[in-house]
Each structure stands twice: as C-alpha cells, then as structure tokens.
C-alpha cells in the first residue's frame, strides 16, 4: 500500500472517531443509548440495517464461496434481504408497536422473567464471541490489504476506535457511522466489480471460462443446491424476526410505519450490490484457479489490480463493512445487559445516570473481551466454528417458541416455550454432534423437536394469565401506536392495494419455494421461478409500505 | 473488447442506488441535526 492509501485509511478512521464522538452530548436517557430515543428516519434506518448485515463475510467469505462453488452462494444474502421484506411487513409492526428495546424483553412479556434473562444471556455470550472472530478477521484482512503487518496494532485501533464512539453516542453513533460507513462500503464494492470484469475480460469471457453449473443460480447438485435455498430462506425468516443487532436498528425508529420501512427498503437495495462482491470471487476463479485459500480470491485481486488512492478507498470500505457490525453487536449487548439482566434482576428502580453508566461500562468490558479472544481464535481453531454453530442451533427452537407460538398460539406458556427451547436445543446439538455434523439437518430436527414439545408441555400444564397473551394481541392492531400518529400501519391492510400488494409478497415466497424444489430437476426455468418469486417478495413489500 | 452489458447493468442499479441513498440519508440527517440541535438548545434554556 502506498502513503497516499495509508493516509486516506488514516484519514477515515479520524473520520469515523470524530463523528462517532460527536453524539455524545445527544444522550441523555437510556433509550437515547439504546434506541436513538426512538427517532430514526427511513432511509438512514435502511442504511443502518444493511451496515449491519454486510460485513467482511461478505466480501471475503461469500466471494470465498463463490470462487469455490459458484454464483448460488448469493442466495445467502438475496434470503435474508427476502426475509426482511417479510419481517418488516408481519413482524416488526408488533415489536416496534410493543416499544420493546429487546428480543429477550418480548419474551418477558409473551412468557416469562425467568425465559428473558436465559436468552439474554446465551445471546450476550453469542454475540461476544462473534465479535472476537469479526475483529480477528478484520485484522488479518487489514494486513493482507494495507500490508500493515501488525495485528495488535489493527486489533487495538479498530476495537478502540469502535469502543469510543459506540460508549460516548450509543446507537446515535452506531446508527450515524453505519449510515457513513454505508456509503463507503457500497462505494467500495461498486469499484470491486468492473475491475475484477476488466481483469476477466468482461461477464461473457467470465461466463464461457467457467462450467455451466457454476452461473447456475439453482444447482440440482453441490453444497449449495437447491435445498441450499429452502433451508436458507427459513434460517433467514428466523435470522430476520429474532437478530437482536438488526432488529434493534429497527426499535429505533420513529413509528412503525418507518421501522416497516427500514427494513424493506434494506432487503430491496442490498439485492443488486450482492452481485457486487459475488461476480468478483468468480472471476477470481478464472485469474487465479489454484488458491488454496479460497477467502484470499478477492483480497489477491485487490491487491494487484487496484491502483493506489483506489486501493485506499477500498480498504475503508471493508474496514467500513466490518466495524458498521461490530459497533451495532457492542450496541447490542449492552442493550441487553442493562435492560434485561440489570434493570431486570439486580437493579430494577435504577436511575437514569446508573443505567447509561451499566452499558457503558458493559461496551468497555466487552471491548477488552474481543480483543483477549481475537487472540484465541487461531489456537482455538475449530473449537471455535463448533461453539458459533452450537449457538446457531439454538436459535431455532427460540424462533419457534417466540415467533410461530408466540404469536399465532395464545395458548402457548413458559412452561412449553422452556420445554420447547430446551428440547429443540438437544436435539438440535445431538444431531450435529452425534451425526455426520450436517447443519441442515441439525436445524430442522431442532425446529420439529420444538414445534412438537412446546405445544405438547403448554397443554399439559396450566394456562398462563391471559394478560400476557394479550399484550402481544393487541400490538397487532395499530391502537397502541402513539395517539397522535395520523399514519396507523395494520399488519392486514384495510385497502385493496395493501392487501393485494401482501398477498404478493406471499405469492412471492411460494414462487420462490416452487423454484427452489423445480431446481431438483435441473430445470433451467427453476431460476426464473426463484429469482421470479424474489422480485415478487420485493414488489408487494414495496406497494406495502407507502399504502395504508 | 465489446461493451459488458451484464457488468454495466449491475453496476449502473448499484450506482443509483448509492446516489439515492446519499442524498436521501444526508437530507434525512440534516432534519434530524436541527430537530435535535432545537432539543437541546430548549432543554438549555
């Protein structure tokens, strides 16, 4: 790397310390910490949304991928942007209408005390440990790209840099770096794709140098085939309902109407740019066939064809994508450690000052906790991927017990939510472990345990106060909305546009499973049914938000 | 070389979108700034 990219890369990270410490004066309650005191507008929540969910993984994992297995690995992220068209137009409506700060929170008032601080807790080691390997992997991709050969010194200015901004301004600064870093991102990923074509010489060379398989974007054969598609887009409802460091963003906005929105708009616009860093690691394949490392395909590209000042700004892009994440994750967990353990258990009339001290003070202890495990992510190795998988299974049964009985069953109660989480999470581990350690499998026995024991154990034991249900009920009619709103959002729309426009999108995620399981037969038209049902997903979501 | 159609097409969505989204989150953070600059000064006062 030049001096000029080493000064535009110094020049950002002064950037996003200054902006992120302006906030500062901006908080003076915990939900100005926590949720931006409720004021996001759509299209910065959109770009805060999307900051959060592309990250370094998805330069160099999913280009990685790609270069190993071909164009089908974009569907991890075009699912997830389906998922939260859906999430945004059934699900976030109710939570943001509840004011909750929390998925925990919302499982306190479906279920149970006891059932908010179990999952608060295993979602705060989740994401700690998370965090350690995005800092780890962030610093070693600084070095290959800067050249910068220190990962302390990248370890210690990234996570503090991080730490400062998100303990001074909270999600304000969380929210406004992301929306900056956003741009950055994306704008590093719109210089990626017509070098690495130029490279190649052009999408039909690409396309001509590659097996047919490899453009195929669903394979009837591979890792990444189409029941690749079916299992992702249900990993992906469940990532979109109950990711605390996503839904959280969307917790912050101003009404529900904007929290429906975000994450829309978010879905829709990530969709193009996933081409963006997926077409790259296939070219990559073509300029470099023999890497042994498959998630050094874009990294070697960027290093040797980007020219100096561009590489420059490409680095503050993957520096961008990743410290969005890990900034929103730090955000995260302090949320959660204040409002559901502290304020929960140990302090529950605590005051303003003593809260925000809590949560700063839970971002400072977790800064110097990922940055002692970035340490221990090389020796751990797979102990490492094993514990990130485990965690990964017991989302399932809690996606379960909270989205599908929390809020179609009224009779569901802690007692089958317990059982349930707690039985879906055997199996789920038992499964992985004991077999061949497929994670398809793994997750869809941990989803049948649960939907079969919870509502099995919520019969068997005595109904829960009808208050607890109803709470939830009632968030799904726009009257707990604030009185003054004139823009009520009905999750079933009262007009014929909304209601064609939802019977769209749903149109559209059956269209998309057709795809998928005509993908079986090698059928070619399986990728327009697929890519057909998407765009559906999209068009309804779209119509959805701006209609009453 | 003849023209990429495909790379040129992606490209270009991409390119708007990112226009868009500047303009639109800059507008939408300026009316955020005075609207909280307007708080403050309030609560000061």
Known sequence: MSPIDIIIVVAFLVLIFVVGGYFYKWISTPDDFYVTGRKLTPFILAATITATNVNVYSFVGQSGTAYQEGLSIIWHTWTGNMALVLSGIFIIPIFRRLRIRTIPEFLGLRYSQGFRGLVAVIWIF???????????????????????????????????????????????SVATTDALQFLLMLGGALILLPVAMYAVGGFATLKAQVPAEFMSLVPQSGDFNWLFLIAMVLLSIKWATINQDVLQRAFSSENVRTASKGMVLSGIITTPFALLWILPGIAAKVLYPDLTNFDNAVPTLIVEYFPPVVLGLMACGLLSAMMSTIDSDLNSIATMFTSDLYNGYFNIESSHRQSLTVARLVVLVMGLFIIGFSYLVPVLGGAVEANLTVIGILDTPLFVVAIIYGLLWKRANWQGAFAGYFAGAFVGVFVYLAGDQSFSLAILSSAGAALVVCPLVSLLTPPQEVVKANTIWDAKKPELEHPD?????????????????????????????IGAIVGSTGAVISSYLAVGGMFMIFIGGLVRIYVK | MEFDFVTWSVWSVGFIIWIIWAYLSIKEFISILIAQKKELDNDND
């Open chain 1, 126 to 172: 989740r994401l700690a440990f998370w965090l350690g390997i995005g800092i780890y992997a962030i610093a070693i991709a600084a070095q290959t790209i800067t050249g910068v050969q220190s990962f302390t010194l990248w370890v210690f200015v990234l996570t503090g840099i991080t730490v400062f901004y998100t303990i001074l301004g909270g999600t304000w």
């Open chain 1, 485 to 513: 709103d004139v823009d009520p959002f009905y999750i079933v729309p009262k007009s014929i546009p909304g209601k064609l426009a939802i019977s769209a999108s749903i149109f559209g995620l059956i269209l998309y499973l």
